[in-house]
């Protein structure tokens, strides 16, 4: 699997968009981005995926360029709740049986 | 059930005891992962299962760990002899199927080794 590379560490202000970029520079045509977050010490939760054009959900949204080297996750109103590491995984389609490589993630601090 | 459950929460060894935590899958899922958690980022995959049979045991330490998930009982992963640096938080993972996306956690068991 691809290589992704994510700040440390960011702020948000309550209510404002959270905007958490990745880079995944050698991603490979068939590997997808996956986006996981843990809030606290729970277990790590699925937040979105993509292959290559934008996606949304009721959580999140995910802005992939065009030549796929990163990818931004944008929460769209960030709440104290979305105070989490945020993990960017790069993984083959269809591989939902394999095991997922975590990088180091980004902590995101969502100030009041 | 609707979420992976795990057992105990916390575990407490003093060194060269063994160590055994549990996992029941979410119901109707057939592959179960585990992943081990030392200090507060690091992820490292252990094992996964497809049903009772070992899917993937790449990141498995070759000693003293093992795993097992037999029918209608839960998974379990068992350390002999733990070391200090078995110290981790274990989480389990399931999902539906290969071409499922999306992998469930459960809640993690949290080892000590004394």
């Known amino acids: 699997d691809a290589k992704t590379t994510q700040p440390p560490s960011m702020d948000c202000a309550e209510g404002r968009a959270a905007n958490l970029p990745c880079n995944h520079s050698?991603?490979?045509?068939?590997?997808?981005v996956y986006w996981y977050r843990q809030i606290h010490s729970q277990g790590p939760q699925y937040i979105i995926h993509?292959?290559?054009n934008n996606e949304t959900n009721e959580m999140a949204s995910l802005i992939i360029t065009e030549d796929r080297k990163s990818s931004t996750l944008i929460l769209p109103h960030a709440t104290l709740r979305d105070t989490a590491v945020y993990y960017c995984?790069?993984?083959?389609?269809?591989?939902?049986?394999?095991?997922?490589?975590f990088g180091k993630g980004t902590h995101l601090i969502i100030q009041p | 059930g609707e979420e992976v459950a795990q057992t105990p929460k916390h575990l407490v060894r003093g060194e060269g005891q063994k160590a055994k935590l549990y996992c029941a899958p979410i119901?109707?899922?057939?592959?179960v992962f585990w992943y081990q958690q030392v200090l507060k980022n690091e992820f490292k995959f252990l094992i996964s299962?497809?049903?009772?049979?070992?899917?993937?045991e790449t990141g498995m330490p070759k000693e003293r760990f093992s795993a097992k998930c037999l029918p209608n009982s839960p998974c379990s992963l068992e350390i002999q002899a733990t070391k200090l640096e078995d110290s981790a938080v274990y989480f389990c993972?399931?999902?539906?199927?290969?071409?499922?996306?999306?992998?469930?956690f459960g809640p993690g068991t949290r080892l000590l080794v004394l």
């Open positions: 119901k109707g899922h057939s592959y």
């Open positions: 993972a399931s999902t539906s199927a290969r071409w499922e996306e999306t992998q469930y």
């Open positions: 299962f497809q049903n009772e049979n070992v899917f993937d």
């Open positions: 993509g292959l290559k």
């Open positions: 050698t991603i490979s045509g068939n590997e997808y």
């Open positions: 995984i790069v993984r083959v389609g269809g591989g939902g049986a394999d095991g997922l490589t």
